[in-house]
């Protein structure tokens, strides 16, 4: 099964191509524990030799899967759900997607969330990449996988 490693963050290794950018954390603080996740307040060194703030959310991660449905006519069309998103408090209308639950292995838990979130199973899976939609305040990844020949059950 596919595991992508979790590269991200100030635990992750220094980029190799641009250490003249780099901050390095001076001081730590953490200002949330929740059920799943972690806000922590950092000081930074800023590479001119000055100080900053850096104020962030740990996230474990997520998958969001493109499921791709052969209809009648033989074209493609993509599965979406409507959601309800409190933090905006509107019903969207979005891709399969969850967070992953602790080290779970991330095609599980693409299958996982297809299953639980469209009643759909598929049995093809393409990895797509990896995409961190919020880097300046989270360390959030999102995996992302094409799921293809669908069948409900």
């Known amino acids: 099964m596919a595991q992508t490693p979790r590269t991200t963050g100030p ?4 980029p190799r191509d641009d250490p003249h950018l780099v901050e390095h954390t001076v001081q730590r603080e953490q200002l949330l524990h929740g059920h799943f996740l972690r806000v ?8 001119d030799g ?11 991660g997520a998958v969001v899967i493109v499921p791709l449905l052969t209809g009648a006519d033989g074209e493609l069309r993509v599965v979406l759900e409507r959601q309800y998103r409190h933090p905006i408090g509107q019903v969207i209308l979005e ?12 095609l599980l838990c693409a299958r996982r969330e297809l299953r639980e979130e469209t009643g ?6 393409a990895h797509a990449g990896v995409m961190h939609p919020v880097a300046a305040y989270s360390d959030e990844y999102i995996d992302i996988w094409f799921a293809r020949d669908l069948t409900l059950g």
């Open 95 to 106: 891709f399969p997607a969850g967070k992953r639950d602790g080290q779970e292995d991330l």
């Open 120 to 125: 759909y199973r598929a049995r093809e899976w």
């Open 50 to 60: 000055g100080e900053a703030t850096r104020e962030y959310v740990l996230h474990p």
């Open 11 to 14: 635990q992750a290794d220094t």
């Open 40 to 47: 922590l307040r950092d000081t930074v060194r800023l590479p």
